[in-house]
């Protein structure tokens, strides 16, 4: 048995895909969770499913599933999108796991199944479907989280009610992969095809307050004023150059979200609320960090008469891609692009990291071309996805064998 | 003739004019610009007024006067309050203008008129009231102002068009003189009575925009990142380096608004756009510290692949106070207070500075406890108030004959 993967089909049907709410700027599309484009465009995929002689599901969340006879290797990511999203984010890993198992029912074996799991982007929280789906949050919980406009996750997934089927027995797969653009500049400033993913950074995440004085902006001197978003502009600064010692170049921390009240152009501030997130491979360097942070604003707040606070920290902790998958990842890449692919992190959170609850997974990288996502302008170099679905199409076969060892 | 004023009278009409919109936490008031309770302060006022002996007058914008016969001193400030205001914030200098005027007319001379103007908080601009008498502002273009909930001045001051008149002719006044808490900490932490103003400082306001790039928080290694609020960050510490050889103990710079966009913890933001407004009394130094914002704002850009834009820079300039009206001030301070007052600049607006345009004006001071204002917790111990009525009275029969001559 030899897995025939067919390019030209792959590509029409990741064309096809992205109709689904095509934005109508480049290759841009509107399809997030539960909304009608993402509904119709899960009901293609399962029509496609079905066609490639999948039996289909649609789990009680919204993924759906294209699931072959027996044991069998799951391939799959999402098929939802960004509020504003590209054409790949999600969508390459979905018709990667068509095309492969497609191909592997015409070629008698080995057995894959597909998935495109629901809400990866987080209209509700973050990675929400596959997440139900390995117990990593239960479906009471989902069911209370709401979007930005004050929508239930309940009542979102209502809307899919007539498709709904059980929960899929996670027992019946072996591992899962999960191909997906690098959303990052790496591999396409090195000119590489493809990344073998070595793990999933994790994430540290909370909001820290600076409290100052609130006071009138011509009548009190400098030298009286507790302004907490000098605090918050002084932390930034230290924090930049303490972390040098400490992190990675895959090492990244963002403030993006910062609240100065009362917020007026007269008024000095009498508080600054801001986001603090940090990634990294290692529990160990993201505790380090944590250290940092708390002394610099404990530092910062003594040093100007500030009160400090932060909120809980939210944390994801590291998810290491299972060895062997790894490898018959790194053996495909050598045999189809030799020399231009790596080993590499992965910053981002994917459904890979849910599904590692259940069982071992792996994940491959594509190009992002000028490191874009999260944007209509997403692309990524045609040839760069049809190598990486050979690469993932070959390293099937050797996995199917490594698993079943 | 000796004006003979009387504590008592002028603290129960303070007293008195706060429950007009009392917060009801300690001495706090809400009285806004053309609120009913504003509306019927000045009501309360223009009576007081008549009693008085005055003639009274609100003028087409709902300042309220009460004019004494023929040439006249004209003493005052503003009833209207902060959204969340003190209860000494303009009430004093008014009922300063109400005891003089009334004394002085018992005293059978000199002429003193009174006046509370309208809107000095800036619900619709910012002295508004003084500004349209003065012609800083032309009635027409003040009509359009709105408040933040988007109601026109013009359709506010409709609210007491019952009671308008035409405007006061400027011409009938020699001076104006307006009695002010300082807002600020110098007059209580020094221990003093009374500051005599020397001039209203200058007022420069912009808006500064960084732009960078909007990434994805995991995936853009941080050597690869243009976030715009570290720009802005690295700005405020090095202009606070920067203008530490060219401000006095005097100047002062705010950013009291920032906004981050889009705001969201896991999206480097891909703009930041900040206020940045700052005080002196000398416009060479104004014009000095832009000089520095600009070339830091620049640097900041240039250095990390920035586009940097500002907005029209909205422009003040300083005021200052007549020298004879001043020296009339400080004479009357060191007979009051000997030792116990100090020259110094108003680092707020206030009504003073539009009347500028018209006549010589002058401002007296009075400290502020803890330097608090435009907040509930607003206050000046009652001595204080007193010391500095007498102070203005006593000044009020040095200027006539000094303004006479």
Not at 61 to 74: D, I, T
Not at 85 to 93: E, K, N, S, T
Not at 235 to 256: D, H, M
């Amino acid at each position: 048995m030899m897995i025939q993967i067919r390019p030209d089909r792959f590509l029409q049907d990741l064309h096809t895909l992205r109709q689904f709410g095509a934005a109508g700027v480049g290759k841009g599309v509107v399809r997030p969770a539960y909304s009608d484009p993402d509904i119709a465009a899960r009901e293609w995929l399962a029509e496609r499913y079905a066609d490639a002689g999948l039996k289909t599901r649609f789990d009680p969340v919204g993924s759906v599933w294209g699931l072959a006879k027996g044991q069998s290797l799951l391939i799959g990511s999402h098929s939802d999108s960004q509020p504003e999203g590209g054409w790949l984010d999600g969508a390459l890993g979905v018709v990667c796991g068509l095309e492969i198992a497609r191909a592997a029912m015409e070629a008698g074996g080995p057995a894959v199944s597909a998935v495109s799991f629901q809400d990866e982007e987080g209209r509700f929280g973050v990675t929400t479907g596959s997440r139900v789906w390995s117990g990593a949050t239960d479906l009471k919980s989902a069911d209370r989280l709401t979007d930005t406009q004050g929508l239930s996750f309940a009542d979102a997934r209502a809307r899919m009610r007539h498709l709904a089927g059980d929960f899929v027995d996670y027992k019946r797969f072996t591992g899962f992969l999960e191909a997906h653009i690098e959303q990052g500049p790496w591999l396409y400033e090195a000119g590489e095809a493809v990344g073998v993913v070595t793990d999933i950074v994790g994430i540290r995440d909370m909001r820290i307050t600076f409290e100052g004085e609130q006071n009138h902006a011509g009548t009190t001197p400098m030298h009286r004023r507790r302004d907490p978003l000098q605090a918050m502009a002084r932390f930034q600064v230290l924090i930049a150059e303490r972390f040098r010692n400490v992190v990675t170049p895959q090492t990244v921390w963002t403030t993006g979200h910062v609240d100065v009240h009362p917020g007026a152009h007269s008024i000095v501030p009498g508080r600054c609320t801001f986001s603090m997130q940090w990634r990294d491979g290692e529990t160990e360097r993201l505790k380090k960090m944590e250290e940092i942070i708390r002394d610099t604003a404990g530092e910062v707040a003594e040093d100007g008469g500030f009160s400090v606070s932060t909120s809980d920290l939210v944390g994801i902790e590291p998810v290491p891609m299972d060895a062997r998958m790894q490898a018959a990842l790194g053996d495909a890449a050598e045999d189809v692009a030799p020399g231009r692919w790596r080993r590499m992190q992965s910053g981002a959170l994917h459904d890979a990291a849910s599904v590692a609850r259940l069982m071992p997974v792996a994940m491959l990288f594509v190009p992002s071309i000028n490191g874009i996502s999260h944007a209509f302008a997403e692309d990524t170099r045609e040839e760069d996805l049809v190598t990486g679905l050979q690469v993932m199409a070959q390293a099937v076969e050797r996995m199917s064998v490594a698993l079943a060892a």
